[in-house]
């Protein structure tokens, strides 16, 4: 794993695999929280490489609804890794925007947001940017945003909740290196003992800055939390129920029709 990570949050476990070229996934346990951390690092320069949505079948058609990450990444195919994206109600509707390949399937512009493109570009947004007004691409919301420019983000009050920043719950956060071109996928697992007691939004964020993230946004955390690699899922998330359906997730899937195109480029 990084150094910076590994400096901040002192594992005493740490392991790492290659599902795809261009994609590790990190494992570590920490007794300092304790914490169990997922991380997925993408390396965005890969051709072979692509962000997307990943809705239920029912949001498919129009209508609310939830689905598992392990469904979701099964029903699409060429997923590599995925996790749970946007807050949503309970019959299944986001909170933040949606867009789907150009395709606006919810907007709502005060939500924070993760946008990409098909040139590759990636790009994490303030609520009420006005560049992330529809248009081609893809966009998922979360929130709030943690890093922006390399500074962090105040999180205090958040969603009118004073205790969602403050007190320690599951999480999933994305965050990008710009400079590195690179993507984490994170997912920190809470509210199991002395297995992992998650973390609070400021954690979180040192998280990502020991990542050398200088963008990041929150998602849906609590027992939402959810990591797919490979088809599996990896996290231990916190309902006794298991993993939890949610309204939609952010996937990295394996796309060789891009290479031909930058190649044909």
């Known amino acids: ?46 051709c072979g490489l692509e962000l ?42 986001v909170l933040g925007s949606e867009i789907d390949d150009g395709r606006v399937a919810s907007w709502r512009p005060g939500r924070p947001w993760l946008r990409w493109d098909p040139s590759g ?20 919301s979360g929130g709030p945003v943690l890093l922006a420019a390399g500074r962090r983000v105040e999180p205090e ?11 320690r719950h599951p999480r999933t956060a994305v965050g990008l290196d710009t400079d590195g071109r690179r993507l984490w996928l994170v997912v920190v697992d809470g509210r199991q003992g002395g297995f992992s007691a998650g973390m609070t939004l400021d954690e979180l964020t040192r998280l990502l800055e020991a990542l050398g ?22 996290n231990r998330p916190s309902d006794a129920a298991g993993e939890r359906p949610v309204a939609n ?5 394996a796309s060789p029709a891009r290479c031909l195109r930058s190649l044909s480029g």
């Open 121 to 140: 570009a990636v790009t994490v947004g303030p609520a009420g940017d006005g560049e992330a007004a529809p248009g081609s691409g893809d966009l998922l």
């Open 52 to 93: 997307d949505v990943l809705r239920p079948p029912a949001r498919e058609e129009g209508r609310p609804g939830r689905a598992r990450v392990t469904e979701m990444a099964a029903r699409a195919g060429d997923v590599i890794a995925a996790v749970n994206a946007d807050f949503f109600t309970p019959e299944g509707r």
């Open 1 to 46: 794993p990084p150094e910076g990570v590994v400096a901040w949050a002192r594992p005493t476990v740490a392991l790492a695999r290659v599902p795809a070229p261009g994609v590790t996934y990190h494992y570590l346990w920490s007794p300092e929280g304790p914490w169990a951390i997922h991380l997925v690092e993408v390396e965005l320069d890969r």
């Open 157 to 167: 009050g958040t969603f009118a909740r004073p205790g969602f920043a403050a007190t």
């Open 249 to 253: 997730a952010l996937a990295v899937r």
């Open 213 to 234: 993230a200088d963008e990041a946004l929150n998602l849906d955390g609590g027992g939402s939390s959810t990591l797919v690699v490979g088809g599996r899922l990896v």
